[in-house]
Each structure stands twice: as structure tokens, then as C-alpha cells.
């Protein structure tokens, strides 16, 4: 069975200084990964995805994570936060065999002006 | 572009009483998917369907707990006789196996918040 953790629950960063998210995944094949994004009263929405072609991926709003499969992991980085990053963060594994997406607990990101 | 959509957004109820959620995916969307979420975890597996057909149940979901997906369009969940355990946020979700983004790329509503007292 699939897993990931998310190593921080909380971040906070002063605006304007890059972001760090950290995150493990377990996975008996080879996976799918993805970073959500949770704003208060909105949905879950979808920041990046990777699917086994660059390890690098970009997604939106400046973020992007790297994949390293020799220390199963798939951290998100922003170089430089800005207010509107406040939110809660998922780091999500799928096996893409399954049917489901299972998820890390969250990391909540706080944005000091 | 219309969202996924779930009605109601807040739903407060006492406890033994039955409680019903939709979710409007994205049309054309053949895959639904409910999540529940409890405050400071990640969203948890609860079924799926693939157009009307339901494929899988999660453990977490009790013989309390029913979906459905009657035209492989809207779903419900239904709740019966609802305990304080059950408060939590029921997520919806959709996707599209057919397409090049693939089911894994799931679009999630709003949630509806469940309060039972």
C-alpha cells in the first residue's frame, strides 16, 4: 500500500522568502505524486503532478517539486512566498493501478508580512 | 467551465437523524469519488464510482453510509442515523480516465461540512 508523510505540519515564512515542503512517500510500484492546495472554505486544488517523465515539475502559481526516487521524496518549493500562499498544503501518492489517492496529513503555511 | 459542485456547504443535524449530500461533477466526467475530512488530517477514501457502477468501498465506510450515481451523472451520499463521529467534511471529487490527464487527476468541490450535535 501506498503512503506518504509530510514532515512539517506547520511552516511559516516571512513574504518574499523561498518555501520549503517536505514530503516522503512509500510506494511498492512505481508512483504518481501530487501537491494540493486547501485555502479556508474552498476546495482542494491541484498545484502539480508527477507521472514519471521530468523529475522536476513546475505547476502553478510558482511552485514546483522535485522527484528523488532514491530518497522518496517530493518536496515543494516556491522561491519566493507571497500572502495568498497562506494555506494547507497536501502531498498525495497514487498507485497508478488503484483507484484512490491517499494523502499526507497536511502542512499549514503561514505567510509573515 | 463549471466546477465540481456539492450542495449543501454546511449541514448542522442532531444525532440518529438522516442526512443526505450531492455532488455535481464536472459533466462528462465518468469517475466520482467521496473523500471525508477531518479537521487536522488529509481527506480519506470513501467510494468510487465509474459512471453509475460503484467499484469500491473503503472500510471506513459503515452500513450506515450510502452512495449512489443513479445515470452516471450526480451523486449522493446518504448518512442514516448520524453520530457525533460522522462530523467532518464529505469531499467530492471527479475525473476523466479517458482523457490525457487521466483518473489520478481528480477536481475537487467544495466540500459540505457535517455537524452533528
Known amino acids: 500500500a501506498q503512503s506518504v508523510t509530510q514532515l512539517d505540519s506547520h511552516v511559516s515564512v516571512s513574504e518574499g522568502t523561498p518555501v520549503l515542503l517536505r514530503c516522503n512517500y512509500s510506494?511498492?510500484?512505481?508512483?504518481?505524486l501530487f501537491w494540493y492546495v486547501q485555502h479556508p472554505n474552498k476546495g482542494l486544488q491541484l498545484l502539480l503532478k508527477y507521472t514519471s517523465a521530468a523529475t522536476l515539475v513546475k505547476g502553478i502559481n510558482g511552485f514546483e517539486a522535485e522527484f528523488k526516487k532514491s530518497e522518496t521524496s517530493f518536496h515543494l518549493t516556491k522561491p519566493s512566498a507571497h500572502m495568498s500562499d497562506a494555506a494547507e498544503y497536501f502531498c498525495v501518492v497514487s498507485n497508478r493501478d488503484d483507484y484512490k489517492l491517499s494523502f499526507g496529513a497536511g502542512t499549514t503555511v503561514t505567510v509573515r508580512a | 467551465d463549471t466546477g465540481v459542485s456539492q450542495n449543501p456547504r454546511h449541514k448542522i443535524t442532531k444525532r440518529g437523524q438522516n442526512v443526505t449530500f450531492r455532488c455535481d461533477p464536472i459533466s462528462e466526467h465518468n469517475r466520482l469519488y467521496w473523500y471525508r475530512q477531518t479537521l487536522g488530517q488529509g481527506p480519506e477514501f470513501l467510494t468510487y464510482?465509474?459512471?453509475?457502477?460503484?467499484?469500491?468501498k473503503s472500510r471506513l465506510l459503515s452500513d450506515r453510509f450510502s452512495a449512489e450515481r443513479p445515470k452516471g451523472s450526480f451523486s449522493t451520499l446518504e448518512i442514516q442515523r448520524t453520530e457525533q463521529g460522522d462530523s467532518a467534511m464529505y469531499l467530492c471529487?471527479?475525473?476523466?480516465?479517458?482523457?490525457?490527464?487521466?483518473?489520478?487527476?481528480?477536481?475537487f468541490g467544495p466540500g459540505t461540512r457535517l455537524l452533528v450535535l
Open positions: 471529487a471527479s475525473s476523466d480516465d479517458t482523457g490525457l490527464a487521466g483518473w489520478e487527476t481528480q477536481y
Open positions: 464510482f465509474q459512471n453509475e457502477a460503484q467499484l469500491e
Open positions: 510506494s511498492s510500484y512505481s508512483p504518481s
